[in-house]
């Protein structure tokens, strides 16, 4: 699950880097905030949610997919996947 959301990180952070002017300075540019534009819930069993959620951040839009799971009045992340 770690891992997984930390090379969903890596991958949007290269692509931002790729975005930014090479060489010299690169002017301040403020980066635009992650939006929520779109979230569908189901919960196939009692004590599971899975989520769907579309994302949009500057000129690119993300999904992302989402599992929840009730352990012990607690809910964990059990899958995680940015697309």
Sequence with gaps: ???QGMAAAHRVADIRRASQP???RRPVRRIPPVAVIH???CEPRPGA???AVA???GDRTWALALRLELHEECWRATALRLI
């Design 39 to 41: 979230v569908r819930l």
């Design 55 to 57: 994302l949009v951040t």
């Design 49 to 51: 949610v899975e989520a």
């Design 22 to 24: 090479r060489g010299g």
């Design 1 to 3: 699950m770690v891992a």
